[in-house]
């Protein structure tokens, strides 16, 4: 009879206790994260640049753009593909008049 009351309590238990959810990492995309650091940094233009190159633009050019969704960020009419951006930097640029710029780098 312990037995019973013993295995009956023991199942009680088990069924009670009920299997943690699996906790899942939210994972961002590439855009998501972009537009994270530019509202933190407060980077004001976007600038592309092919890896080794030397690229500058004036202040105030790269000021038109847009996150367009699935990984592509739109700069004044050119669309560009985030999944093949090796990297990105951000610079304050100017003397006087200054700006802080991100470029986006991607290969040539």
């Given at each position: 009879m312990k037995l019973?009351?013993?295995?009956?309590?023991?199942?009680?238990?088990?069924i009670?206790c009920?299997?943690?959810?699996?906790?899942t990492p939210?994972?961002?995309?590439?855009s998501?994260?972009?537009?994270?650091?530019?509202?933190?940094?407060?980077?004001?233009?976007?600038?592309?640049?092919?890896?080794?190159?030397s690229c500058?633009q004036?202040?105030?050019?790269?000021?038109?753009?847009?996150?367009?969704?699935?990984?592509?960020?739109?700069?004044?009419?050119?669309?560009?593909?985030?999944n093949?951006?090796?990297?990105?930097?951000?610079?304050?640029?100017?003397?006087?008049?200054?700006?802080?710029?991100?470029?986006?780098?991607?290969?040539?």
């Amino acid at each position: 009879m312990k037995l019973f009351f013993t295995s009956l309590l023991l199942i009680a238990l088990l069924i009670s206790c009920k299997k943690d959810d699996a906790v899942t990492p939210e994972i961002n995309s590439i855009s998501e994260d972009l537009q994270l650091v530019i509202k933190n940094k407060g980077v004001q233009a976007l600038q592309v640049c092919n890896v080794g190159l030397s690229c500058t633009q004036t202040i105030g050019w790269g000021t038109d753009y847009s996150f367009e969704g699935d990984n592509i960020v739109r700069l004044r009419d050119r669309y560009y593909n985030l999944n093949k951006m090796d990297y990105y930097e951000i610079e304050t640029i100017g003397t006087g008049t200054t700006e802080i710029r991100m470029t986006l780098f991607f290969p040539q």
